[in-house]
Protein backbone atom coordinates (compact mmCIF):
# COMPACT_ATOMS: atom_id res chain seq x y z
CA UNK A 1 0.00 0.00 0.00
CA UNK A 2 1.20 3.32 -0.74
CA UNK A 3 1.75 5.68 2.06
CA UNK A 4 0.02 8.92 -0.16
CA UNK A 5 -3.18 9.77 -1.43
CA UNK A 6 -4.87 12.33 -3.48
CA UNK A 7 -8.70 12.67 -3.62
CA UNK A 8 -10.59 14.43 -6.46
CA UNK A 9 -13.79 14.76 -5.97
CA UNK A 10 -16.12 14.79 -9.56
CA UNK A 11 -19.48 15.76 -10.89
CA UNK A 12 -19.19 16.17 -14.78
CA UNK A 13 -15.48 16.17 -15.01
CA UNK A 14 -15.44 14.15 -18.67
CA UNK A 15 -13.16 16.47 -20.09
CA UNK A 16 -10.51 16.70 -17.63
CA UNK A 17 -10.90 13.33 -15.30
CA UNK A 18 -8.65 10.93 -17.12
CA UNK A 19 -6.45 13.91 -17.90
CA UNK A 20 -5.45 14.34 -14.54
CA UNK A 21 -5.46 10.99 -13.26
CA UNK A 22 -2.74 10.32 -16.26
CA UNK A 23 -0.90 13.01 -14.76
CA UNK A 24 -0.73 12.25 -11.49
CA UNK A 25 0.51 8.78 -11.87
CA UNK A 26 3.43 9.87 -13.82
CA UNK A 27 4.64 11.84 -11.16
CA UNK A 28 7.61 10.30 -8.94
CA UNK A 29 6.47 9.11 -5.34
CA UNK A 30 3.66 6.37 -6.25
CA UNK A 31 0.46 8.53 -5.34
CA UNK A 32 -2.84 6.74 -5.34
CA UNK A 33 -5.37 8.34 -6.58
CA UNK A 34 -9.35 7.96 -5.01
CA UNK A 35 -12.08 9.67 -6.87
CA UNK A 36 -15.55 10.72 -5.33
CA UNK A 37 -17.68 10.73 -8.22
CA UNK A 38 -21.49 12.41 -7.63
CA UNK A 39 -23.57 10.54 -10.32
CA UNK A 40 -22.39 12.75 -12.71
CA UNK A 41 -25.20 12.61 -15.67
CA UNK A 42 -21.99 13.12 -18.69
CA UNK A 43 -20.50 9.80 -18.20
CA UNK A 44 -17.40 10.69 -15.83
CA UNK A 45 -17.90 7.36 -13.82
CA UNK A 46 -17.33 5.24 -16.75
CA UNK A 47 -14.60 6.62 -17.55
CA UNK A 48 -12.77 6.05 -14.07
CA UNK A 49 -14.21 2.37 -14.63
CA UNK A 50 -11.75 2.19 -18.08
CA UNK A 51 -8.93 3.82 -16.42
CA UNK A 52 -9.02 1.63 -13.22
CA UNK A 53 -8.69 -1.48 -15.54
CA UNK A 54 -5.49 0.23 -16.78
CA UNK A 55 -4.16 1.13 -13.18
CA UNK A 56 -5.33 -1.27 -10.73
CA UNK A 57 -4.47 -1.04 -7.01
CA UNK A 58 -3.66 2.79 -8.08
CA UNK A 59 -6.52 4.13 -9.17
CA UNK A 60 -10.08 3.44 -6.68
CA UNK A 61 -13.39 5.59 -6.96
CA UNK A 62 -16.28 5.72 -4.62
CA UNK A 63 -20.05 6.39 -6.26
CA UNK A 64 -22.56 8.76 -4.05
CA UNK A 65 -25.96 8.66 -5.08
CA UNK A 66 -26.14 12.06 -6.31
CA UNK A 67 -24.65 15.96 -5.80
CA UNK A 68 -23.65 16.05 -2.48
CA UNK A 69 -21.72 18.94 -1.71
CA UNK A 70 -17.42 19.47 -2.01
CA UNK A 71 -16.97 19.52 1.35
CA UNK A 72 -18.92 16.03 2.45
CA UNK A 73 -16.91 14.61 -0.73
CA UNK A 74 -13.78 15.15 0.94
CA UNK A 75 -15.28 13.64 4.28
CA UNK A 76 -16.58 10.54 2.43
CA UNK A 77 -12.82 10.56 0.78
CA UNK A 78 -11.17 11.00 4.26
CA UNK A 79 -13.00 8.23 5.85
CA UNK A 80 -12.19 5.74 2.95
CA UNK A 81 -8.29 6.65 3.25
CA UNK A 82 -8.30 6.08 7.24
CA UNK A 83 -9.86 3.04 6.99
CA UNK A 84 -6.53 1.56 4.76
CA UNK A 85 -2.62 2.99 5.60
CA UNK A 86 -2.29 5.82 3.99
CA UNK A 87 -0.32 8.25 5.72
CA UNK A 88 -0.68 11.42 3.47
CA UNK A 89 -3.62 12.66 2.19
CA UNK A 90 -4.29 15.43 -0.04
CA UNK A 91 -7.37 17.32 -1.72
CA UNK A 92 -6.71 18.31 -4.74
CA UNK A 93 -9.52 19.88 -7.75
CA UNK A 94 -9.82 17.75 -11.25
CA UNK A 95 -10.05 20.46 -13.76
CA UNK A 96 -5.63 21.46 -13.62
CA UNK A 97 -6.62 24.76 -11.68
CA UNK A 98 -4.43 22.64 -8.97
CA UNK A 99 -0.95 21.92 -10.92
CA UNK A 100 -0.27 18.20 -10.04
CA UNK A 101 3.18 18.91 -10.27
CA UNK A 102 3.21 20.77 -6.83
CA UNK A 103 1.50 17.56 -5.06
CA UNK A 104 5.15 16.54 -4.70
CA UNK A 105 5.42 19.87 -3.04
CA UNK A 106 2.77 19.71 -0.86
CA UNK A 107 3.80 16.40 0.41
CA UNK A 108 7.31 17.35 0.85
CA UNK A 109 6.35 20.18 3.68
CA UNK A 110 4.44 17.62 5.44
CA UNK A 111 7.52 14.70 5.08
CA UNK A 112 9.27 17.95 6.65
CA UNK A 113 7.48 18.71 9.82
CA UNK A 114 4.05 20.43 8.97
CA UNK A 115 0.86 18.51 9.46
CA UNK A 116 -1.14 20.66 6.92
CA UNK A 117 0.39 22.42 4.19
CA UNK A 118 -2.18 24.54 2.02
CA UNK A 119 -1.45 25.06 -1.43
CA UNK A 120 -1.42 29.00 -1.37
CA UNK A 121 -2.67 31.45 -3.87
CA UNK A 122 -2.39 34.45 -1.36
CA UNK A 123 0.47 33.64 0.48
CA UNK A 124 2.40 36.35 -1.73
CA UNK A 125 -0.36 38.54 -1.74
CA UNK A 126 -2.87 38.26 -5.45
CA UNK A 127 -0.19 37.26 -8.29
CA UNK A 128 -0.51 33.56 -8.47
CA UNK A 129 -4.04 33.25 -10.00
CA UNK A 130 -4.33 33.12 -13.58
CA UNK A 131 -7.67 33.51 -15.50
CA UNK A 132 -9.63 34.80 -13.14
CA UNK A 133 -11.59 37.80 -13.70
CA UNK A 134 -10.07 40.42 -10.74
CA UNK A 135 -13.40 40.92 -9.29
CA UNK A 136 -13.42 37.03 -7.95
CA UNK A 137 -9.73 37.38 -7.51
CA UNK A 138 -10.48 40.33 -4.71
CA UNK A 139 -13.57 38.73 -3.87
CA UNK A 140 -11.42 35.18 -2.89
CA UNK A 141 -8.68 37.44 -1.37
CA UNK A 142 -10.26 39.54 0.68
CA UNK A 143 -12.76 36.41 1.82
CA UNK A 144 -9.49 35.03 3.79
CA UNK A 145 -8.77 38.65 5.04
CA UNK A 146 -12.16 38.93 6.50
CA UNK A 147 -11.86 35.02 7.90
CA UNK A 148 -8.70 36.48 9.71
CA UNK A 149 -10.89 39.21 11.68
CA UNK A 150 -13.09 37.03 12.54
CA UNK A 151 -11.41 34.15 13.89
CA UNK A 152 -7.65 35.36 14.30
CA UNK A 153 -6.79 32.66 11.87
CA UNK A 154 -3.44 33.48 10.57
CA UNK A 155 -3.75 32.15 6.92
CA UNK A 156 -3.84 33.75 3.76
CA UNK A 157 -5.52 31.77 1.78
CA UNK A 158 -7.88 29.98 3.92
CA UNK A 159 -10.83 28.95 1.27
CA UNK A 160 -7.68 27.01 -0.43
CA UNK A 161 -9.00 23.57 -1.76
CA UNK A 162 -5.66 22.07 -2.47
CA UNK A 163 -4.20 21.00 1.10
CA UNK A 164 -2.17 18.05 1.81
CA UNK A 165 -3.24 16.37 5.58
CA UNK A 166 -0.87 14.15 7.82
CA UNK A 167 -2.96 11.03 8.98
CA UNK A 168 -2.78 12.15 12.46
CA UNK A 169 -4.80 15.46 11.93
CA UNK A 170 -7.72 13.41 10.16
CA UNK A 171 -7.76 10.94 12.86
CA UNK A 172 -8.19 13.65 15.30
CA UNK A 173 -10.59 16.22 13.74
CA UNK A 174 -13.80 14.98 14.57
CA UNK A 175 -15.01 14.34 10.91
CA UNK A 176 -18.83 13.87 12.36
CA UNK A 177 -18.62 17.55 13.42
CA UNK A 178 -17.80 19.38 10.11
CA UNK A 179 -20.72 20.95 9.16
CA UNK A 180 -19.99 23.02 6.12
CA UNK A 181 -19.57 21.87 2.17
CA UNK A 182 -18.62 24.79 0.62
CA UNK A 183 -16.27 27.59 1.17
CA UNK A 184 -16.84 26.67 4.66
CA UNK A 185 -15.70 23.94 4.93
CA UNK A 186 -12.09 24.55 3.53
CA UNK A 187 -12.27 27.10 6.38
CA UNK A 188 -13.61 25.28 8.81
CA UNK A 189 -10.92 22.00 8.17
CA UNK A 190 -8.35 24.61 8.69
CA UNK A 191 -9.68 26.60 11.69
CA UNK A 192 -10.04 22.97 13.29
CA UNK A 193 -6.99 21.80 12.65
CA UNK A 194 -5.40 25.09 13.87
CA UNK A 195 -6.89 25.03 16.84
CA UNK A 196 -5.94 21.09 17.42
CA UNK A 197 -2.79 22.39 17.56
CA UNK A 198 -1.44 21.34 14.35
CA UNK A 199 1.34 22.96 12.41
CA UNK A 200 0.08 23.91 9.29
CA UNK A 201 1.86 25.63 6.57
CA UNK A 202 1.23 27.45 3.30
CA UNK A 203 2.84 26.59 0.21
CA UNK A 204 2.55 29.29 -2.87
CA UNK A 205 1.52 27.70 -5.67
CA UNK A 206 0.29 28.85 -8.95
CA UNK A 207 -3.96 28.86 -9.50
CA UNK A 208 -4.69 28.77 -12.71
CA UNK A 209 -8.72 28.51 -13.61
CA UNK A 210 -10.27 25.69 -15.77
CA UNK A 211 -9.71 25.73 -19.18
CA UNK A 212 -12.66 22.86 -19.66
CA UNK A 213 -15.85 21.87 -18.11
CA UNK A 214 -17.88 23.64 -16.11
CA UNK A 215 -17.00 25.56 -12.80
CA UNK A 216 -19.63 24.65 -9.92
CA UNK A 217 -18.72 27.76 -7.80
CA UNK A 218 -22.24 29.29 -6.67
CA UNK A 219 -23.66 32.28 -4.95
CA UNK A 220 -24.91 30.00 -2.45
CA UNK A 221 -21.62 28.43 -1.53
CA UNK A 222 -20.22 31.90 -1.31
CA UNK A 223 -23.23 32.78 0.99
CA UNK A 224 -22.57 29.34 3.48
CA UNK A 225 -18.61 31.10 3.54
CA UNK A 226 -19.71 34.69 4.64
CA UNK A 227 -22.33 33.41 7.37
CA UNK A 228 -20.64 29.86 8.31
CA UNK A 229 -17.32 32.10 9.23
CA UNK A 230 -19.60 33.90 12.20
CA UNK A 231 -21.10 30.41 13.26
CA UNK A 232 -17.37 29.15 13.41
CA UNK A 233 -16.16 31.89 15.37
CA UNK A 234 -18.32 30.45 18.29
CA UNK A 235 -17.77 26.74 17.65
CA UNK A 236 -16.23 24.99 20.08
CA UNK A 237 -13.24 22.69 18.80
CA UNK A 238 -13.30 18.96 20.05
CA UNK A 239 -11.09 16.06 19.34
CA UNK A 240 -12.69 12.73 17.72
CA UNK A 241 -13.27 11.10 21.13
CA UNK A 242 -12.73 7.57 19.42
CA UNK A 243 -9.28 8.80 18.64
CA UNK A 244 -6.16 7.26 20.72
CA UNK A 245 -3.33 8.88 19.50
Not at 84 to 107: G, V, W
Amino acid sequence: MAEKLVIIPTYNEKENIEKIVRYVFQLEGDFHVLVVEDNSPDGTAEIIRILMKEFPNRLFMEERKGKLGLGTAYIHGFKWALKRDYQYITEMDADFSHNPDDLIRLYDACKNGADVAIGSRYVGGVVNVVNWPMGRVLMSYFASKYVRIITGLRIADSTAGFVCYRRKVLETIWLDKVRFIGYAFQIEMKLTATKLGFKVVEVPIVFTDRTEGTSKMSRGIFKEAILGVIKLSFKKIKPDPEFKG
